[in-house]
């Protein structure tokens, strides 16, 4: 057993349940809940065991001497984030320059408690025209769950609540902030 499993496994208790197609070598991966910055480690933890590329997007101060370079090795890709940006059009752009590129992000949007997702990974996927995985962080029961490619239909209020259900009784590190689905409210 590799030092990485070891440690996911037998020193954290985590497991892995679901793989990811290797024919898909690119995708938008949502991560649900994010509600704590140890998600981070989980999803290194996550591309290491899996040996699936995977990379997400930060901020382009972060990029800097001294540290840039470990963003970059870890996936990293940066993205400027001032106001008037075509956010959706530039991360689609990346999916069309590069040959492989799975890009990992939350819907939710911040580490905070929120009732609904904000939408731009979906039109990331829809503009980029490829499916959206996705991946639970379950702390309750100590798993990484990664689900089957969805390939989004452009009728995002039928989508949503498919790609929600997933999530179903999923609790993050900071349980107060997990994802209620609220398929009622749907």
Same mark, same amino acid.
């Given at each position: 057993?590799? +030092? *990485?499993? #070891?440690? $996911? ?9 679901? *793989? ?8 938008? /991966?949502?991560?649900?809940? %994010? *509600?704590?910055?140890?998600? $981070?480690? &989980? ?9 699936? !590329? /995977?990379?997400? =997007?930060?901020?382009?101060?972060? #990029?800097?001497?001294? =540290?840039?370079?470990? $963003? ?5 890709? !940066? ?16 999916? %069309?320059? !590069?040959?492989? #590129? @799975? ?12 009732? *609904? ?5 979906? #039109? ?19 798993? =990484?769950?990664?689900?089957?490619? +969805?390939?989004?239909?452009?009728? =995002? ?6 790609? @929600?259900?997933? +999530? !179903? ?13 609220? &398929?009622?409210?749907?």
């Amino acid at each position: 057993m590799g +030092f *990485t499993k #070891f440690i $996911f496994e037998k020193v954290m208790g985590w497991k892995i349940e679901g *793989t990811f197609d290797p024919l898909v070598k690119k995708a938008v /991966i949502i991560v649900v809940p %994010h *509600t704590s910055w140890h998600d $981070f480690y &989980l999803g290194l933890f996550t591309r290491r065991l899996t040996k699936v !590329k /995977i990379n997400y =997007i930060a901020k382009k101060e972060l #990029f800097v001497w001294p =540290i840039g370079w470990y $963003f970059r090795w870890t996936g990293g890709t !940066k993205l400027d984030r001032t106001p008037g940006q075509k956010k959706v059009e530039a991360i689609a752009e990346l999916f %069309h320059k !590069k040959e492989e #590129f @799975r890009l990992a992000l939350s819907p939710e949007g911040t580490r905070k408690k929120v009732d *609904t997702w904000k939408t731009g990974y979906y #039109f990331m996927a829809l503009a980029a025209n490829v499916p959206i995985i996705c991946v639970a962080f379950d702390y309750g029961r100590k798993r =990484i769950v990664i689900d089957k490619p +969805f390939y989004p239909t452009g009728n =995002i209020e039928a989508d949503t609540p498919k790609l @929600r259900s997933f +999530f !179903k009784g999923v609790i993050g590190k900071n349980k107060d902030y997990s994802f209620d689905i609220g &398929l009622d409210k749907e």
